[in-house]
């Protein structure tokens, strides 16, 4: 069974600009979590998907927004893009979304210039 | 709100040393409680979960105890090896919210 996959790997972004990153979940799996991976802050909890519905948002402005597909893959896109916004941002999945431990994605490291 | 507080680190030791990450935290209900692990360059990977209190989870020579009185959940281990290096999360998850609090990661290295 394949794992949950993360695309790209890198991004190299200028400020300004927006960003789309994908993330696609373990086969069944209708969760999907976002979290964003900080040296100084760990990771932070941006928004969790299930069955193409947002349930839960983080602390985080507007100009992160995401969704979902009815085949269960995500997305995850910023706007606007801010240099503190250098990250790895992580995709998660759970099959029922339900507090069950969460499968993780290699990740995307993105970098604001 | 809920929160999840662990040592900082860097955490290191010599091959076949004891191992203790300390875990607390703060929660309104009843968390269920993990403790995920880092290799470089990948993401996380679950290491072990307890679901209530005086629950104890395990693998690969890891243990942690849902201590509910003393809101912690310690992660050890009687002997590393080199090959546990890695960055450590310890988290807890809210059943009705599908939330995950995580801590901000402890790094061991281990030394041959």
């Known amino acids: 069974k394949a794992g949950v996959t993360q695309t790209p790997r890198y991004l190299i972004k200028t400020r300004g600009q927006q960003v789309t990153l994908s993330c696609s979940p373990i086969s069944g799996h209708r969760s999907v979590s976002w979290y964003q991976q900080t040296p100084g802050q760990g990771l932070q909890f941006l928004f969790e998907?299930?069955?193409?519905?947002?349930?839960n948002k983080g602390n985080f402005p507007g100009r992160f927004s995401g969704r979902q597909f009815s085949n269960s893959r995500s997305e995850m896109n910023v706007s606007t893009l801010e240099l503190g916004d250098s990250a790895l941002y992580l995709c998660?999945?759970?099959?029922?979304?339900?507090?069950?431990?969460?499968?993780f994605g290699s990740g995307t490291q993105l970098s604001v210039l | 709100g809920d929160s999840v507080t662990q040592m900082e680190g860097p955490v290191t030791l010599s091959e076949e040393a004891f191992l203790t990450i300390n875990c607390t935290y703060t929660a309104t209900g009843y968390p269920s409680l993990f403790w995920y692990v880092q290799y470089p360059g990948e993401g996380l990977q679950l290491l072990l979960k307890?679901?209530?209190?005086?629950d104890k989870g395990s693998n690969k020579g890891f243990e942690a105890t849902y201590r509910k009185e003393t809101t912690s959940f310690h992660l050890e281990k009687g002997s590393v090896q080199v090959s546990d290096s890695a960055v450590y999360f310890c988290a807890l998850s809210d059943y009705n919210f599908n939330k995950f609090y995580f801590g901000s990661g402890t790094k061991l290295n281990v030394k041959p």
């Open positions: 998660a999945s759970s099959l029922e979304g339900n507090g069950e431990k969460l499968f």
């Open positions: 998907y299930f069955s193409e519905t947002q349930r």
């Open positions: 307890a679901t209530k209190a005086d």
